[in-house]
């Protein structure tokens, strides 16, 4: 066990998770209203996404952000990715300020963000090679093997993102994120596109592997039972505009965790019904605000 | 005698015949039909006098494709010959053309204050008609030969250009996304995901070069000299009408074969990108 771990991580000289830190963080996204958007009639307001966040990670735990739709989280996540800027605040990452992507994240995009034109193994070797360019040919082979093992895609690699199910693509995306080791993993609803029972098989995956591989990870999701069945905290935002998170929750249950029995626990119950409150309020303020704004 | 016809319909409720058959018999019907009339209006002198009947145009085409590679001196040569020279001319012009448009494409459709800069010149030039180019070319190069180079490099320059610029400048952002997370260099990013997410365009703006190329090439020669072009002219001026039919029917043949292939290019490039 212990030695497959070491086998899949390559040598560098960065700790294999990390503190993860969001320091009051707002995001505003100015409007459009000069004279020329007047004219041709696309102003729109200005929107704040998110305002004064303040989170700590601690090193390989997971996380879930759970929050009715529209409330930002997708916007939290580019903002840790380093996709898009804070608006105000910052993101540090063991102590270090980050304001641009790198391959200290690796982010699992929700639409698979796989390369059409690259074989699932040239995905993976992309990325490898990217982030290692002076790495030997032979090692980023290996690395990339061990992943695509480790995803259970063996036998796929020669084939194109086009040929794949939606399941099997993500599982590439998971691969290609895990493969450059980073020190924090980023999901943007990595299942929403999947059917209820691959989404529900994809989750088991992501047990399994986190299990293999405890990264710190960011999972953004709509689905309790997925935030309940994979994190160790769960962390609930209210709706936007300017979203804030309302309440964590600690998750205590023991791992490794099996969905068939994750409702046997004493606490399961209780914070299902929390979320489920929460979320539910949230969501019918979101719609009747948008019936009488 | 009714009874058995039902039982023979019910039991075969399938025509025989897929829709493709169906289409290529109503296609060989549609075909038969028009020589027909044609044939009919020619020998019942509905037509003017100059035009020739179905039969003696058939007769010709299957002159000029028996023996299309004779040559009996510039002006008598077969019609395989005079592709020859066309298809150099377009292909060699089409060549020059793209080397220009995908370097520029790429370059201002990865900088939006070169694409402002230079979007003006090619919105002028872009609508002109390639033969307002050809006295141009004369005047320049001084010779017939380079000049439909010219005239056809700066026709295949339009479409292939302003596809690959809108190629690049569209390449889906979270291909772009996933370069940046991974800290892929600039260069990196251009020719390991720019380039390959533009190349169904790119292919696609080359295949419409050519083949506007291809229809510029007979208007061009008309008015040069050589090739499939000149020979429709000479034809006209020899008042053969029949030859005039085959080279227009070779010209179309020769124009499909290239878009197929560029087709067929054009898939290989999309990975299901393109259903």
Redesign the interface.
């Known amino acids: 066990m212990q030695s497959s771990k070491t086998m899949l991580s390559p040598e560098t000289s960065a700790p294999a998770a990390a503190h993860l830190s969001l320091n009051n963080i707002s995001k505003l996204f100015p409007g459009r209203n000069s004279w020329t958007d007047r004219l041709l009639r696309r102003t729109s307001k200005e929107f704040m996404a998110i305002s004064n966040i303040n989170l700590e990670v601690a090193p390989n735990r997971f996380v879930s952000i759970i929050g009715p739709s529209g409330c930002g989280k997708s916007t939290l996540l580019n903002i840790i ?3 898009s800027q804070p608006t105000t605040g910052s993101v540090s990452i063991n102590g270090q300020s980050v304001t641009a ?3 200290d ?3 699992v ?1 929700q ?1 698979y ?1 796989l ?4 074989t699932v193994a040239e995905n993976i070797r ?2 490898v090679e ?2 290692y360019p002076t790495m030997p040919i032979a090692e980023q082979k290996s690395i990339m093997q061990d992943y695509i093992g480790l995803v259970g895609l063996r036998g796929a690699e020669t084939k ?4 794949l199910s939606g399941g099997m693509k993500q599982r590439v995306g998971i691969a290609r994120a895990l493969a ?1 080791n980073p020190q924090i993993l980023l999901m943007d609803e990595p299942f929403g596109a999947l059917d209820a029972l691959t989404r529900g098989f994809l989750q088991d995956e992501v047990e399994r592997i986190w299990e293999q591989e405890r990264k710190t990870v960011i999972l953004i999701t709509h689905s309790i039972e997925e935030a309940l069945l994979l994190s160790d905290q769960i962390v609930m935002m209210t709706r936007g505009p300017a979203a804030q998170i309302a309440q964590v929750l600690d998750v205590p249950f023991p791992r490794p965790r099996r969905r068939e029995t994750l409702d046997q626990y004493p606490d399961y119950h209780r914070l299902k019904t929390a979320m489920e409150q929460h979320l539910s309020y949230e969501t019918r303020a979101v719609e009747e605000s948008r019936i009488r704004p | 005698m009714t009874n058995q016809a039902l039982r023979a319909t019910t039991a075969q409720p399938k025509p025989i015949l897929n829709p493709d058959q169906q289409a290529f018999l109503l296609f060989i019907a549609i075909l038969l039909v028009f020589l027909g009339l044609w044939e009919l209006g020619a020998t019942l002198k509905i037509f003017l006098p100059i035009m020739p009947s179905a039969s003696q145009t058939i007769q010709d085409f299957w002159f000029w494709m028996s023996d299309p590679f004779f040559d009996n001196g510039p002006n008598d040569q077969g019609i395989g010959l005079l592709l020859l020279t066309s298809l150099r001319r377009v292909l060699t012009g089409f060549l020059i053309g793209s080397a220009i448009a995908i370097p520029l494409g790429i370059l201002i459709g990865l900088s939006e204050v070169v694409s402002k800069a230079v979007d003006p010149f090619i919105q002028i030039l872009r609508p002109v008609s390639p033969l307002a180019w050809l006295p141009l070319g004369l005047a320049l190069m001084r010779d017939s030969e380079k000049t439909a180079l010219f005239v056809i490099a700066i026709t295949s320059i339009w479409p292939t250009l302003i596809n690959t610029k809108f190629g690049v400048s569209n390449v889906d952002v ?2 772009l ?8 260099s600039r260069w ?1 990013t251009i020719t ?2 720019i380039l ?2 533009a ?1 169904p365009n790119i292919v696609a703006g080359l295949r419409i070069s050519l083949g506007i190329a291809w229809l510029v090439i007979v208007a061009a020669e008309i008015l040069l000299s050589g090739g499939i072009g000149y020979f429709v002219w000479n034809e006209w001026n020899n008042l053969k009408i029949t030859s005039i039919i085959t080279a227009i029917l070779v010209v179309g043949l020769v124009g499909l074969i290239m878009d197929r292939l560029f087709g067929l290019l054009q898939n290989w ?1 999309s ?3 393109r259903s």
Do not use: C, D, S
Request: net charge positive.
């Open positions: 990715a380093g996709l992507p790198g391959p994240r690796g982010v995009f639409n963000a390369m059409p034109w690259m992309f990325a990217t982030v194109h993102p086009h040929e450059i | 979270t291909y996304n996933v370069a940046r997370t991974l800290g892929a990196r390991k995901v390959p997410a190349a490039v990975f299901g990108q």
